[in-house]
């Protein structure tokens, strides 16, 4: 079935539920959420680029109805995989989020104690091709906007969290404890955690702006739900384990200030040993992939041009501009973002902050490298937690996972190279296989072609991501 012949029917079945969301607000999160996640389509008027067909359903305290709107919906999408529902529970008190996600549907919880300042913030701060309109919505007055304007904090913090409740505790104290002077504001979005992450946030810090994700987002589509909500002159993206040392925030913020053209900074990010981690790096390229996959960058680090991908042949006390700096803990100008766009939903994990960072460049904006800024890193976390997921031997990553991002990046960036990017760590896998004939290594070497091999399948040769969650 075509859905978008579906559509005045499906208009029809969530005339009355849309309706009620826009007196509430959260149809703002609706398109943002669908725009994170999902080809071109319209989602509630708001043109956004999508990668297949969202239909997003707000619902508040609607237990009665929403699995009767839900079950109408299925039947008109039958037969059409592309389509997705998304029903986003705003404030709800009674079960409406059980039932949606009983039905069928991805559910979003959002919590805001007011909301109709959230439709205010939205109509100021939302980049036009993404406002949503809303029926009966009544633009806020001069007097309301210069208001909210002048109370706006320096800084949107936003956090996101996948089963680390300990060290997201940890986390928010540590922020609170370190914030100083500067006026903030924080954002956590859960995805979809089994340790009641989502639920310590609620229950110790009723502050936080928290969203409760029914599955994993990614670190790119959780970030893309808190960022149309952010006042702040700059968005912070800090990891669930990492915590800021003194002064860190006010002095990212007097940074920026001072580098109007300054899109994103970072930090130099240390172990809580005090190790180094690499926080200013080159963008992925055909020569540099060689030089880490070879090991030559570990090798001769002191080389300016085999230690050229970490930077590893600089002091890392000396600022620069750089690259990309990794998400562990960045500091993103809020105009800048709005002229480059959010995360692109389709890299699931790895490779975002690289893409949003070479956008941003491409914007005319750069990337600085500030190692004033100091932030524990543990690194890692999330990654622990995850099951039948096969590692690499170096940083935890999760391979597949890489590879899959990867080839999204080479295609989207470079086109051709993309065949060489695969080429290249497939045949050095093989290699080292020979080499080392039957023992651990060469056995690890023939499981990564193979998973390179599944990854170049699963994202036809990096043109698509692979369905979500990964």
């Known amino acids: 079935m075509n859905m978008l012949s579906s559509l005045p029917n499906i208009l029809n079945i969530l005339g009355d539920t849309a309706a009620i969301a826009a007196l509430t607000g959260s149809i703002e999160l609706a398109a943002i959420t669908a725009a994170a996640l999902l080809p071109s389509q319209r989602v509630f008027g708001a043109s956004v680029g999508l990668p297949r067909t969202a239909i997003v359903v707000p619902a508040h305290n609607e237990e009665c109805g929403i699995e009767k709107t839900l079950a109408n919906l299925q039947s008109e999408i039958d037969g059409d995989p592309s389509a997705q529902v998304f029903v986003i529970a705003d404030n709800c008190t009674d079960a409406t989020a059980r039932v949606a996600h009983e039905a069928g549907a991805i559910v979003i919880e959002r919590h805001d104690p007011e909301p109709a300042r959230e439709r205010l913030r939205a109509e100021l701060r939302f980049r036009p091709h993404l406002r949503a309109r809303l029926r009966g919505y009544a633009p806020p007055g001069r007097a309301q906007r210069e208001e909210i304007l002048t109370t706006n904090p320096d800084v949107s913090v936003v956090i996101v969290s996948f089963n680390t409740r300990d060290v997201l505790r940890e986390c928010l104290n540590t922020l609170a404890v370190q914030a100083g002077n500067v006026s903030y504001e924080t954002f956590v979005v859960d995805n979809a955690s089994r340790d009641g992450s989502d639920d310590m946030v609620a229950r110790e810090f009723p502050e936080v702006r928290l969203f409760r994700s029914s599955v994993n987002l990614g670190f790119a589509g959780a970030n893309n739900v808190a960022f149309p909500h952010c006042r702040g002159r700059y968005v912070v993206l800090l990891n669930s384990d990492a915590f800021l040392t003194p002064g860190a925030l006010a002095l990212s913020v007097e940074k920026m200030d001072a580098n109007p053209r300054a899109g994103i900074g970072g930090a130099r990010l240390v172990g809580r040993n005090g190790s180094w ?194």
């Open 277 to 470: 981690q690499p926080s200013a790096r080159l963008f992925p390229s055909p020569l540099n992939d060689f030089l880490l996959l070879s090991g030559l960058s570990a090798r001769f680090p002191r080389s300016r041009f085999f230690g050229r991908v970490d930077r590893t042949w600089a002091s890392d006390r000396e600022a620069t501009e750089t690259d990309w700096v990794p998400g562990a803990y960045s500091i993103i100008r809020w105009s800048a973002l709005e002229q480059a766009g959010p995360f692109d939903g389709r890299f699931f994990l790895y490779y975002e902050e690289v893409d949003l960072c070479r956008r941003f460049q491409k914007a005319g904006y750069t990337i600085h490298y500030w190692p004033e800024i100091v932030v524990i890193h543990l690194g890692g976390e999330s990654s622990r937690t995850l099951e039948q997921v096969r590692m690499s031997s170096a940083g935890r990553q999760l391979t597949l996972w890489r590879m899959r991002s990867a080839l999204l990046y080479y295609r989207k960036h470079h086109g051709w190279a993309v065949w060489l990017a695969r080429y290249e760590e497939a045949i050095w896998h093989l290699l080292r296989a020979l080499r080392n004939g039957s023992n651990a290594k060469s056995e690890e070497s023939r499981e990564i072609v193979q998973l390179l091999k599944q990854a170049w399948r699963e994202t036809q040769g990096g043109r698509v991501s692979p369905p979500q969650p990964w």
